[in-house]
Each structure stands twice: as structure tokens, then as C-alpha cells.
């Protein structure tokens, strides 16, 4: 099956300054890779996802970048702000019906003031 | 749109007992799925439905776990009986084929065994 590693674990950035959160995926059939963002306490929430048909797209200050051949993908904040703490998972699916997602362990980014 | 609804939010009950979970999907959503979250082994799959059929429960730990979905609207999760490793924050998400398969994550159902 699918197998997802995101590095770092806990990043911890200046407000302002950019976080760069990466994620490798094994299966070469997957084709969907979405960002969530989980703030304590709530589910996670959808904020990005790149589709294997593009290598980047960007909404606002999100990135995120996909290498398939490398099989990795990124994702990008900049100006970073403190309601932008929270854990952010990354996923992967083969899409279709169902998108069953396998997700990354997480990283809990603390933007500091 | 009101998002996925899951109760309880909270949750703690005796080892031994009887835990009933429940979801209400968005609203024109075909799939279902329930994830579990911990510390350990982070966000797992455990079912996930569509049209109201399991489509793949390879990922309920064991016998005392089930869920059903006996109608489009409500979707239940059960642990019985219950143990302390059960303890963990259960996710409720929806989907739809026709509106490119974004899955949607409730609130979530935080269980405590004790």
C-alpha cells in the first residue's frame, strides 16, 4: 500500500518568514495530493491540493509543488502569521472513486511573534 | 452547506462498555468514511462507504469495532466493548465523485476509556 513520510516534525518560524513542509510518497499510482491544516481541538480542514497533471499551484500565500518523478511534493506558506500555527498533514491517493487518502504524520508549525 | 455533524464531540465511558459514534455527511455526498487520530499512528482509515455499501473496512482493528450506514444522512461507528488502547479522536468525512472527491473531516468524536 501507500506509504506517506512528511518531514519536519515541528518547525517553528519568525512571523513573516517562510515554512517549507515536505512530504514523500511510495506509490507511483497516486495521482492526489491534498494539504490539511487541524487546529486544536477541530478536524482537519482542506487548504490545498495539486493534482499529478500540474508540478505547482498557488492560492494566495500557499504553495504547494509536486515532483512525481522524485515522488515528493511541498508545501510552501510565506509571510507566515500566527494564526497560521497549527499541524499540517499532507496525503496521497490514487483519486478516483472513494479518494482514499493515506496521510503523513504531521508537522506542528508555531509561528512566533 | 452545513459541513460533516458528528456526536458526541466528547466522550468517556468505562472499559467495558458499549460507544456509539454518529455522523450526519454533507448533504449529496456518495462516500463516507471514518478515520481515527492518535498520537501513536496518527490519522488511519478505518471504513469508508459509498451509496450506503462498505466498500473497504480492512482497516477496523478488530471484532469489537462496526459501523453502518443504514441510510444516505447517518452513518454510526460502535466499540464494543470498549478498552483503554480505544481512547483517540474519531473523524467522520464525506465525499462526492461529482464534486472532485475533496473529502470533508467533522469536527471529530473525542473518545476516553477508562
Known amino acids: 500500500g501507500e506509504n506517506v513520510e512528511q518531514h519536519p516534525s515541528t518547525l517553528s518560524v519568525q512571523e513573516g518568514d517562510s515554512a517549507v513542509i515536505k512530504c514523500t510518497y511510495s506509490?507511483?499510482?497516486?495521482?492526489?495530493f491534498p494539504w490539511y491544516k487541524q487546529e486544536l481541538g477541530k478536524g482537519p480542514q482542506l487548504i490545498i491540493d495539486?493534482?499529478?497533471?500540474?508540478g505547482e499551484k498557488k492560492d494566495q500565500r500557499i504553495a504547494v509543488t509536486l515532483n512525481k518523478t522524485a515522488k515528493h511534493f511541498s508545501l510552501h506558506i510565506t509571510e507566515t502569521q500566527p494564526e497560521d500555527s497549527a499541524v499540517y498533514f499532507c496525503?496521497?491517493?490514487?483519486?478516483?472513486?472513494?479518494?482514499?487518502?493515506?496521510f503523513g504524520t504531521g508537522t506542528q508549525l508555531k509561528v512566533e511573534l | 452547506d452545513a459541513g460533516v455533524i458528528q456526536s458526541p464531540r466528547h466522550e468517556v465511558t468505562e472499559m467495558g462498555q458499549e460507544v456509539t459514534l454518529r455522523c450526519k455527511p454533507i448533504?449529496?455526498?456518495?462516500?463516507l468514511f471514518w478515520y481515527r487520530q492518535t498520537m501513536m499512528r496518527g490519522l488511519e482509515l478505518l471504513i469508508y462507504?459509498?451509496?450506503?455499501?462498505?466498500?473497504?473496512d480492512s482497516g477496523m482493528p478488530e471484532d469489537r469495532f462496526s459501523a453502518k450506514m443504514p441510510n444516505a444522512s447517518f452513518s454510526t461507528l460502535k466499540i464494543q466493548p470498549s478498552e483503554p488502547r480505544d481512547s483517540a479522536v474519531y473523524f467522520c468525512?464525506?465525499?462526492?465523485?461529482?464534486?472532485?472527491?475533496?473529502?470533508?473531516f467533522g469536527e471529530g468524536s473525542w473518545l476516553t476509556v477508562v
Open positions: 462507504f459509498n451509496n450506503n455499501v462498505p466498500i473497504d
Open positions: 495539486i493534482r499529478s497533471n500540474v
Open positions: 448533504s449529496g455526498h456518495d462516500y
Open positions: 468525512a464525506s465525499s462526492s465523485d461529482n464534486r472532485g472527491n475533496t473529502i470533508y
Open positions: 506509490d507511483s499510482a497516486s495521482n492526489y
Open positions: 496525503a496521497a491517493s490514487k483519486g478516483g472513486g472513494g479518494n482514499k487518502l493515506t
